[in-house]
Structures are given as C-alpha cells and as structure tokens.
C-alpha cells in the first residue's frame, strides 16, 4: 500500500480517481491480474470480487472505470502507469486516444513537465528518469532510441485510433502499411515491436470510441497483458436507444450525478423568464429570446469571472456560450443572427463562429481548443450534433439548446463539456462555479426529468415519493429568526450543527451502517458542499470569515469523532422516521362529465381587477434555477426591449377572446356582448397602467394565454349552468404528495402555544405557526383563534395520531355555490386516528346553516361515501363543527360524538 498512498499523494488524486487506483492495486496484490491466471481463472475471480463486472470483452485482460467528465482520467493514467512500474515494474505502455484533439491533449500532458497538467508531476521516478514518449508522428525516427533502452526506463506509446486504423489497412500504392514496414534499426516493423512486448500494457482513453470490429481488431493484434478502459459513456451507441448496450467490464463507476454533488464540477442550473409562456411566441422569437437572455447572463458571467481573477491575482478565464441547433440550415441562419445589425447592434459580428457536421472531428477540436485563450475573440459558437468527449475546455458557461437532445448520451457530453471548472475546484461565489442552460421552453421538464431517480444530475438519496423534502429542509436548514437570537459563537456551533445534518441526509441512503458511513471520510468527499453551505449560512448571519472557517473546523471534528458522527446519523434517522409517521393518504376522485349538451349563460358583474396587477413588460426577469437544489433561484433584470409591434385594441381583444372559446362553457355567439363589456373594463385598467400602446400590445401578446385564463376564473364563478353534470367516483388510487398548504411562509412566526390576544381574521393571516409534532408540516397559518385552539386540541389528544390542514388542491372537493356555480371547497383539517380519517370544517355558528356551508358539507359527506364504499368500510367521514364550540378542554371524543355528519 506504500505505493498506493505515495502515489495519491503525490499526485493530488480526488477520491474516485484514489478509489480507482486502489481497485487496480487490490486486484494486482491478490494476483487476479498480472499473473499466471488463464483468461477465464481470472474472470472468474474479478466477477467474484466485483459484482458489477461480467465480462473482459477483449482478448485479454480488460477492465473499465467509468469516470464522469471532469474528475480526472488523464492525471489518473499517470497515477496507473507510475503504480505499475513502481509496483511491479512494468515499463511498456500504449495510449490510445479516440481523435486528434485528445492525441495532441495526451502528448502536451505526458511531455510539457511545466506544465500544472503534466501527469507525472511529484513523482521522483520520473523526475530522475523521464518516460520515453513516442507517438504516431515519430515513432519511425524515434525507434533509434530504443536500441540501448534500460530496463529501468518507462516507454509511452501514445497513438490515435483513427490515425492507427488507417496505418494498420495501409494504402493502395503500398504492399505493407507504413507501420508494419521493417525498421532496419529495430530488425522489425514497429507494429511487431510492439506485438513483442512482454509486458505491454493498454490504457484507453474515451473508450467507448473502440467498440467497432475494427478498433476491437486493432487492439487484440498487440496482444498486451492488460487493458484499462477510461470513459465517461460506457455505452456502446447504436442507431436506436433501445439497442444500446453498457459495457460488460465495468469495475468502478462514478457518475456525473457524484461529481455534482461532490463538488467537482460546475453546479448545472436552467434559467428561463420568470412567469413566462412560450405558447405565446412563435418558435423564431422564442429562439430570439433565448439568445438575447443567454447574453445577459454570459456578461454577469464575465463581470464576475474578471472582478475574481483580477482580486486572486489569477489568469483571465473569458466564457463563451454554445447554441445548439437543429440542423445546418437552422445553424446558418442563426449564425446570420446573431451577426447582424439587429442582435446588440452588431457587436457579435466578429464574435460568433458556426461548427457543423460537415465539418471534419479534428477540424471542430483544433478551433475550440482556441477558444479558451483571453486574447480569442469568439463569446459565441454555433453547432450542429458536434459535442462530442475530447473538448476540455473549461470556460463554457451558458448553453442555448435551440433543439431537443437526440440520445441520453449526447445529452450527458453536451453538459459535460461545460462542466469543468475553470480554476480546478469551487469558488463558493454561485455564478462562477454554475453551468447556465437557457430553457425557456424546456423548463419545467428539465427541472422534472433531474429529479428522476435515474437522471445523470440526480442526487444519490432521491427521497421516497411519499416523504416531502420541504419537511426535512427546514429540520436541516438554517433559520435565521431561530439563529439571530444566539451570540456569535452560538451561531458558528448552530451552523455546523445544521450543516452536518443536512450533509448527512443527502449521504445515508448509500449506506445505513453507521461504521461503514463513517469510514467513507464523508468531509473530505463533501469538503466542496460543507464551504459552500457554511459560507451561504454564514454570510446571511453576518459572520466574517473568521467565524466561517470555526464553522467549518467544527463541521470536521464532528464527522472525525465517531461518538458525534453517530448522534448525527441517529438524529436524521430518526427524522426520516417520524416524516413517514405523519404522511396522510389522501383518496384521488376521478371526475367525468356525463353530458355536454348544456346551456351555460354569464351574470353581468364588475371585473375584479386586482388578479391583473402582476404583468410586466415581458423583457424584466430571468430566473435561473440549479437543477439540484431547489432553494437557489437568482434573479436577473434584463436590460433590452424586444416588442415592437403596436396593435389596436380590437386585434389584441381578438386575440383573448381566441383563448377564451377554448373553454367548452364559452360560446361566442350567445356570450360576446358580455365577454367584450368584460375586455373593456380590462382595457380601461391597462390604459392607466401602460399609457403607451405599444406597452399594451407586449402585455396582452404575450400574456394573453393567461389573461384568458384569469378572466375566466372570474367568470367561471358567474356562470350558470342549466344542471349538474360531473360524476365522481374512486378506483383505489391515492395522492402520491401532499401539497404545502397556503400562509405557512408568513413573515411572522410564533409558537403554536403562545398566547394571541388580537382574533381578527387579518392578524391570523399574518402569522405563521409552529412546533407542531403530530402534522406533516411543521408550521401553518389560520383564518381564526378557534381554528388555531383545535390544533392544540389535536395536538395534546391522545386518540389523533396525524393531523393536516390541506392545500386548496389537495382534495377534489367541488359544491356549487347559492348561484349554482361549481367550486373548489377548502377543508380545514383532515385528521386521522388509528381506525378512521375526518375531514372537518370550523364554521361560525351562525353560518352553519347557510346554503354554501350545507353545499360544502354534502360534497364532502359525498367523497367520504365513494372511498367508504370502495374500500367497504366506514373509514372516512365529516364533521362540521361550530367554532364556539371549541374549547380547550374538550377532548376530539367530543367533537366526534355532537358533530359527525351522518351518511
């Protein structure tokens, strides 16, 4: 092991490259590998040792570590090669590199010893004796030098696959391919001096790209002794997804997911307009907007990128963005774009280039690999299906999708090229350390498809469906009102306590056993999560650093003291413990309509105007939201105006009408003259608000959708309809979340028992309340002082197991109104016991007998006898309950007993 830890060490190796390492030293020191082992002897025992293996896949022995981009499979094939030699001295080597921009990469790593990337720096080895290097380009007059070779010196040969194909089939005017034609120094062809190597060993870089018949040929011809793969991809493609196929010799993997949540790598966030619709926009200026706010972002991007350099005395690190496109067409019409008059006035003229299929592999990567330079000019690249692995660039910071991904793995290499991070780890500053896609038609799917248990960015411990995030977010996170009231070195104890919960949470899932959490040395793995979280924390307390890194010190003792680790983990066990006792299964109600043919009319009311406050010009805001954390969303003005046009007021009233006909209760012809009466009123109020027209038209273009939307929620409540014509019924089917309930992030928090003296509605809609211990959520706000005092009922009776105040949407509740209107209907509470579930209304007294209260009261009476009868018991049932009837000292018995609502 003295090699393996010299090594690590010397070489600075993050842990999954020292995990790598170590897996190849085990396998060397038990002999599976680099012995006498036949072929199958050998597998048998890598197959018995790691359970993921199955197959060699080669003619030799042949295993894979699929590493994600940016952890570092180059610095680790310095640390393979300098193992082995110095472990059992093997001194040949072929690397083979899948195109030319990884060749040229390989060769400048292995050779420029001044370089930070050279792959042997530290070791002494190779600081006394420097490794021979030769490569497809000189290996003919090189091969003088290996005459007179010493056996403690180490050969490297590094070659391109396609470069080595194209040798090895050889040309028409030629009887022999250049490499296999006799060397007169070496008495052989290179080729066969190769092939005579006893102890040649394999190291393929990218190593999906040599999975065809002829790669596969190439390399058993050399006959090496083994073969390490390195890919970030291990898939073999194929035209179809279903017919792809993961590699059989994989016996380490770290996924893209890790390095994220390791900190590796940029954090990968979407950004789109905040309250935006792409529906209103056609696909051409939906495109336009995407650019001109990835702009936006990409110059915050450089401000900061300057400002951080300039203050570490570091080199410039100038970003770029990258527009994807659909085709070559679609490219080049971007391209002319963005070049033009008409995008910034033209500044971009000099500043975008276009790489498409037509162009050659090698050509695409000898222009990138500029494009880091501070002198290039280039903020802007243009492409069509070329992101392929081999581009290492570490400044791209903003990527256009202008086109759906063709196949999970372009997907993974679009975003792994922009991932690495230009100053080799986190800076803690969030713009600089984030990849920005702009995904404004895209958002909410993107955001959706990350938080898949299997998606490439997902976190490892994905919470069970039924267990809300938001619960454990405010027992790990911090509170600042909880917070401000500790001195400061309170606050540093308190923010280390919270952050070693919250780290915790996201690693238990990998492994419940205490010890074997404990010997993952989780605060080196998540030293870039734990200065992240402590330096938010921190700052929004108003610590300096030197409290920061107290913090921090405090976070590694307790992960290095197993006693304190272990309370740690008990405490988030026991937390995701109690956050599944409180879960409520709630029924889900199908609705069906069961007749169309009916007349609906609309009463003349006043428009409430309020609901159309919140439009603003479309141009304001681009939200920006990290695909991992659903806490960070930044916000960003926008300083550019993109509509234009200036319509009348009869066209933009067209258009909302178009949206409202979609609504089956609409019918123009019968309804017009009060739809228009309606937009009038609306117009009135935009006209105050926007005096410009042409601030009219971007409003009601762009937010049409919505304003039908809002208009017809109002008149939906004054619709009347000739009869009833939805049924509901119940198929065993439950609600797999349970929705945040409205009013629990008032400004104003109190402890559930403290005393209120004011009781107007008003006061309870200010304050939010907590310390609740039988509810799923932990705090929650109230319309009345009766309401707030059954909580306390709930929460002290001994018989309530569960209790909730649901969302508006959670149950599918509807009663039609006094003017025969259907609603929504808000319950209360919903509480469970060991043997029943009660949805219960708190009404004052002297409503109970109002017609919407009874309506209310039969819808829900309705929904408890369709699951009772479903489910043939008398699980569920109503109580209606009049708030002077609440008192403290009456138990839940009491209620149940003179309110429950008979069947």
Wanted: contains cysteine; proline residues 3%.
């Amino acid at each position: 092991m003295s090699n393996l830890n010299y090594i690590s060490s010397r070489l600075s190796l993050r842990e999954p490259q020292r995990k790598s390492l170590e897996i190849l030293a085990d396998l060397v020191e038990e002999e599976i590998i680099l012995s006498n082992l036949d072929l199958e002897s050998a597998l048998n025992k890598v197959k018995a040792k790691f359970p993921i293996f199955k197959d060699f896949e080669r003619d030799f022995i042949n295993i894979c570590f699929s590493l994600a981009t940016g952890v570092g499979k180059t610095r680790l094939m310095g640390g393979f090669i300098s193992y082995l030699f110095k472990e059992k001295n093997i001194n040949n080597f072929f690397v083979l590199a899948p195109n030319l921009t990884i060749y040229e990469k390989l060769k400048a790593d292995f050779t420029t010893i001044s370089s930070p990337k050279y792959v042997f720096r530290g070791i002494d080895s190779f600081a006394v004796k420097a490794p021979v290097i030769i490569t497809g380009d000189d290996y003919e007059f090189k091969s003088a030098q290996l005459s007179n070779r010493q056996k403690d010196t180490v050969l490297i040969n590094i070659f391109n696959i396609g470069k080595l194909n194209s040798e090895i089939k050889g040309d028409k005017n030629s009887s022999k391919p250049r490499i296999k034609r006799l060397s007169e120094v070496l008495g052989k062809s290179y080729f066969e001096f190769l092939q005579s190597l006893e102890n040649l060993v394999i190291i393929m870089d990218e190593a999906h790209r040599y999975r065809a018949d002829r790669g596969v040929a190439v390399i058993n011809e050399l006959k090496p002794i083994l073969g390490l793969e390195l890919t970030a991809t291990p898939i073999i493609e194929a035209k179809s997804k279903n017919a792809e196929k993961r590699f059989q010799n994989i016996i380490y993997e770290y996924s893209l997911a890790n390095a994220i949540r390791d900190g590796f790598v940029k954090e990968p966030a979407v950004a789109t307009r905040k309250n935006f619709d792409p529906a209103n926009l056609s696909e051409e200026e939906l495109e336009r907007i995407k650019l001109e706010d990835a702009i936006q972002i990409h110059r915050k991007t450089q401000e900061h990128l300057k400002a951080y350099c300039y203050e570490k005395s570091l080199p410039l690190v100038k970003p770029f963005i990258l527009v994807a496109c659909k085709d070559t067409e679609h490219a080049n019409n971007i391209l002319n774009y963005v070049r033009s008059d008409e995008f910034f006035t033209g500044y971009f003229k000099q500043r975008a280039i276009e790489i498409h299929t037509k162009v050659t592999d090698d050509e695409f990567f000898k222009e990138l690999s500029k494009i880091e330079r501070p002198e290039n000019t280039v903020e802007i690249v243009i492409h069509v299906n070329k992101l392929r692995e081999g581009w290492d660039v570490n400044n791209l910071y903003t990527i256009v999708p202008l086109r759906a991904s063709v196949s999970q793995t372009l997907t993974e290499q679009t975003i792994g090229r922009g991932l690495r991070l230009p100053f080799g780890k986190r800076t803690y500053e969030p713009i600089l350390d984030r990849l920005t896609i702009i995904a404004h038609d895209n958002y909410e799917k993107l955001i959706t498809e990350a938080n898949k248990p299997d998606s490439l960015i997902n976190k490892k411990n994905f919470i069970e469906i039924d267990l809300d995030l938001s619960r454990l977010e405010e027992k790990y996170f911090l509170n600042t009102k909880e917070a401000d009231k500790l001195s400061d070195d309170e606050k540093e104890e308190y923010i280390a306590e919270k952050t070693c919960l919250k780290i915790i949470s996201e690693v238990i899932e990998e492994d419940k056993d205490t010890e074997s959490l404990f010997n993952t040395n989780i605060y080196k793995t998540k030293q870039s999560s734990i200065g992240e979280l402590i330096n938010k924390t921190a700052s929004e307390l108003g610590l300096n650093a030197e409290s920061k890194e107290k913090s921090i010190k405090l976070v590694q003792e307790k992960f290095s003291n197993f006693q304190e680790f272990s309370k740690t983990v008990d405490i988030v066990n026991n937390n995701r413990d109690e956050d599944r006792k409180f879960f409520i299964k709630i029924p889900r109600i199908i609705r069906q309509a069961v007749s169309e043919d009916l007349d609906f009319s609309i009463k003349d009311f006043e428009l409430n105007l309020m609901p159309f406050l919140r439009f603003n010009l479309i141009d304001q805001n681009i939200l920006i939201q990290a695909l991992r954390e659903e806490e960070s969303t930044l916000i960003y003005k926008q300083e550019i105006e993109k509509v234009n046009l200036i319509c009348d007021d009869k066209i933009l009233k067209r258009e909302i009408i178009s949206h409202l006909i979609n609504y089956p209760v609409i019918d123009y012809d019968s309804q017009s003259e009060t739809l228009y009466k309606l937009l009038d009123q609306l117009f009135d109020y935009l006209l105050k608000q926007y005096p410009k027209q042409k601030d009219i038209t971007n409003i009601v273009l762009y937010y049409k959708k919505e304003i039908a939307e809002k208009l017809y929620e109002q008149i939906e409540n004054n619709l009347i309809s000739s009869e009833s014509t939805i049924e509901s019924s119940f198929n065993g089917t439950y609600h797999s979340e349970l929705k945040k309930p409205n009013g629990i992030n008032a400004k104003e928090i109190r402890n559930y028992l403290e005393s209120i003296e004011s009781t107007t509605s008003e006061t309870f809609k200010k304050i939010s309340f907590n310390g609740f211990k039988k509810s799923y959520f932990l705090n929650y706000a109230f319309s009345s002082k009766p309401e707030l005092l059954f909580a306390r009922i709930l929460e002290h009776d001994d018989s309530i197991k569960k209790w909730l105040r649901p969302h508006k949407e959670q149950f599918e509740l509807y009663y039609k109104n006094s003017n025969g209107i259907e609603q929504r209907y808000e319950a209360d509470f919903v509480v469970e016991t060991d043997t029943n579930k009660f949805i219960i209304e708190i009404k004052r007294s002297d409503q109970i007998d109002n017609f919407d209260v009874q309506a209310k009261k039969q819808s829900a009476i309705a929904f408890c006898n369709i699951v009772n009868d479903f489910n043939k018991n008398n699980e569920w049932a109503y109580l209606l309950i009049p708030h002077d009837e609440i008192k403290s000292n009456y138990t839940f018995e009491y209620f149940l007993k003179g309110f429950k609502a008979e069947k």
